[in-house]
Every structure is written in C-alpha cells, then in structure tokens.
C-alpha cells in the first residue's frame, strides 16, 4: 500500500511566498546594518570626509552624507524612523499587490533621494541664508522620504476599493492635517478657520471611505472593511504626525545644533515624487 501524498502550498503574506516577504525585509535591515557599520567601524576623520559641507561642495558628499551620522544619538533616532515607516510603508504595498513597487523604490530613495535632498536644500539654504556654511549629514531626508512614500501607498492601497474622490478625500485630510501640525509647531495655535480646514477635511475623508465603496453592496462585509480601513488609516496618519513631529522641532537651532527642517521637507515632498514615478513604471 503507497503512502498518500498531499501537495501543499508555500504560507503566503498577502498572497506573496513568505520566503519572498523574508527577503525583502532583509534588505530593510541590510540598509540599518550599513548605518551602524558606518557609525562604528569608520574613523572620525573619514566621517567628516563623508558629510556635506556647504562651503566645499565635494560631489560625492551628496549621496555620501547620508551614511554619517554627528553621535550614536543622532544615528539612533534616524534607526527608528527608518525601520518604522520602510516596514509599514513595505506592508502597505503588500497589501496594495505593489511588491515590485517597493523593490524597485528602494534603491532609488537610498542613491537618488540623498542627492536630490541635499542639492534642494543647499539650494535653499544659500538664498535665505547666503554666507551660511552648515555641514549636513545623517539619514533623515531619506527617513522623511518615505513619509511621502507611505501617503502615496495608502493612496494606491485605497484605491484597489475605493473611489478616486475617496483617495482624494484622504489625502486633501492629510494634507491638511500635516500643515496644521506644522501651524501649531511654529505659529504656537492653530486658529479657528484652519482647526475648520482640518475637521472638514476629516469629514470628507471618513465619508468617503464610508459611502464610496467600488462594487460593493453595504451590507457587514462591507461594514467590516470600513472599520478595518478607518483604523488602519488612523493608524498611518498617526505615525506620519509622529514623524512630522520628530523632523520639524519647533527650534531648529536648540542645543547649538542645526536640524535642517529644509531637507526632511524636501525629503517629504521628492520622497513622495520618487515613489510616484516608480510607481507608473512597474506594472502590479
């Protein structure tokens, strides 16, 4: 009598092998993995080799300068970010069946972004402060990078359910929530009119995700998923505010340091353009 054999499947993650999801959290830890080699193996004299400084404008710097990192305090904070939002932003695209989406944003967000940050905010900071010379290091643009980047993948992710007035919703709220963060950090209050601005657009936004289901009866699946869907975007809005907190304090210069505010915008904003235009070259 033969023994009976039953062909099992792989355990998936969102429908990819798990081996697969493995792998690509790997390479998220590879990149926190080099940030710390960086921080422990490499001499103080080629660290300062590696920053940016804006008076000598040495091209390599650009891309080099996101690998240094002023203390291990410095590099710590940087750590957090990145691991938390490159892991949720990661598991947004799983979600959205954009895996190839996040592959190939990756690589461009750590030798692309770091450029482009620094250039912006060299730009920015030699016509609003001419004279000044800064020396700009750390991960933090990148860091706010995928800030841009997980709006972006909420904003696909939505979209495979929803509308595309529910993704514009969504995103005029957040928006509008960011900003208002950004009033209340260096203006001290956020006035009536804008504190308006902000609860409409969580309105719409709740409304949307509520009443502009693509296909669907309401009936408790529906229900179910818009729970699900209100949570799970509560929760990405609040790491995003977690993370406008962190990059944008309200004294940049306190402590006799300088946190360039100019770049972790910059890095929000190309982070988001990067992830966009990587997103119109992969197909799902």
């Given amino acids: 009598m033969s023994d009976a054999r039953v062909a099992t499947d792989p355990p998936t993650t969102f429908g990819y092998p798990r081996s697969a999801v493995a792998a690509d959290l790997g390479a998220i830890a590879v990149v926190a993995l080099v940030l710390v080699g960086v921080e422990v193996l490499l001499p103080a004299a080629v660290h300062a080799n590696l920053a940016f ?20 305090t410095h590099l710590l904070s ?17 979600h959205a069946d954009r895996r190839a989406w996040f592959r190939r944003t990756l ?7 770091p450029v482009a940050v620094n250039l912006t905010s060299y730009a920015i900071l030699e016509t609003r402060f001419p004279g000044a010379s800064p020396v700009s290091r750390g991960f933090s643009g990148v ?53 308006a601005a902000v609860g409409t657009g969580l309105a719409l936004a709740v409304s949307g995700i509520v ?6 009866t309401y ?24 993370l406008v907190y962190g990059l944008f304090p309200a004294d940049p210069t306190a402590n006799g340091t300088f946190t360039n505010i100019f770049a972790h915008g910059a890095g929000f904003v190309e982070g988001g353009l990067l992830a966009a235009l990587t997103l119109v070259s992969v197909r799902p």
């Fill in 107 to 113: 690589p461009v967000f750590l030798l692309v972004l």
């Fill in 219 to 242: 009936g408790d699946d529906h229900y179910q998923q818009v729970g699900f869907d209100l949570l799970y975007v509560g929760l990405v809005f609040a790491l995003l505010v977690w």
């Fill in 143 to 195: 860091v706010a990078g995928f800030g841009g980047f997980l709006l972006a993948a909420v904003g696909v992710n939505l979209r495979r359910t929803y509308s595309r007035e529910t993704v514009f919703f969504v995103g005029q709220f957040a928006l509008l929530l960011l900003l208002g963060e950004l009033l209340w950090i260096y203006a001290g209050r956020v006035g009536l009119l804008e504190g």
């Fill in 211 to 216: 009443s502009r289901t693509r296909g669907r």
């Fill in 78 to 94: 940087n750590l957090g970010g990145y691991v938390s939002l490159a892991v949720v932003t990661y598991l947004v695209c799983l």
């Fill in 53 to 72: 400084d804006h008076a000598a404008l040495a091209p390599h710097t650009l891309l080099t300068a996101a690998y240094v990192h002023a203390d291990s």
